[in-house]
């Protein structure tokens, strides 16, 4: 099921944004959406914020929308709200994870300050804006 995947999206996801960081004077903000042949959509979007000079990350967030199809069961959007609830469970401490079902669609929001992140080195967090950007414009996202 296109659920599943747009799980592993977001866990990818929000490796990402751990591993890249943010800032506080600026901030990067890149979406990237993708809409399957059985009508489940994934939006996803990052937001780095990153220190006066753009050269280092201090807070990173990550929020990504999943629909599921309209044909999905109850059963379906149980297991998949108890699935990303279980993401929130383990990104752990130092990493604020929310999740919240409307009907057949999933908003799962996770953010926090690099400095919380313990499997963020001081590599990843000098991660420039400039190379973040390139980095998840890669991936398919859209940046601005």
């Known amino acids: 099921m296109k659920l ?9 996801g929000c490796a990402a944004v751990a591993l890249t960081g943010c800032g506080s004077s600026h ?7 993708e809409t399957s042949d059985n009508g489940s959509k994934t939006v996803m979007e990052a937001k780095l914020k990153y220190n006066d000079d753009d050269t280092s990350i201090e807070s990173a967030t990550m ?10 069961t109850d059963e379906e959007l149980e297991q998949a709200e108890s699935l990303l609830e279980s993401v929130c469970e383990y990104m752990g401490e130092g990493l604020d994870c929310t999740t919240k079902r409307d009907g057949n669609t999933f908003t799962v929001r996770a953010s926090g ?30 940046c601005k």
């Open 4 to 12: 599943k995947k747009g799980l592993g999206l977001l866990g990818l």
């Open 27 to 33: 901030t990067l903000t890149c979406t990237q959406e």
């Open 63 to 72: 929020e990504m929308i999943l629909t599921a199809p309209s044909d999905a």
């Open 113 to 142: 300050d690099v400095e919380d992140l313990g499997i963020v080195n001081d590599l990843v967090k000098e991660t420039t804006m400039t190379e973040a950007r390139e980095l998840l414009e890669d991936d398919g996202y859209t």
